[in-house]
């Protein structure tokens, strides 16, 4: 383990541009997953994405099984 302490950080969403916390929880969930980089988006524009990209691919499957 390094001795790196993490720090909260503030980051930009490139969705709606509001300032948003990357916490030390969410940094760590993400060394665990072994994502390098940052959020883009904060955590409403996250979802909201998610879900969108959610429904792209319900569409997709819907049309693949006609
Ligand atoms: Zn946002």
């Given at each position: 383990m390094s001795e790196d302490?993490?720090?909260d950080k503030?980051?930009?969403c490139i969705d709606c541009g509001?300032?948003?916390?990357?916490d030390i929880a969410a940094q760590e969930y993400f060394i665990e997953k072994g994502w390098?980089?940052?959020?883009?988006r904060c955590k409403m524009c996250y979802k909201k994405h998610k879900k969108a990209?959610?429904?792209n691919a319900q569409q997709f499957e819907n049309r693949a099984h006609h």
């Open positions: 302490k993490l720090q503030f980051l930009i509001e300032e948003f916390v990357f390098l980089e940052d959020p883009k990209q959610r429904k």
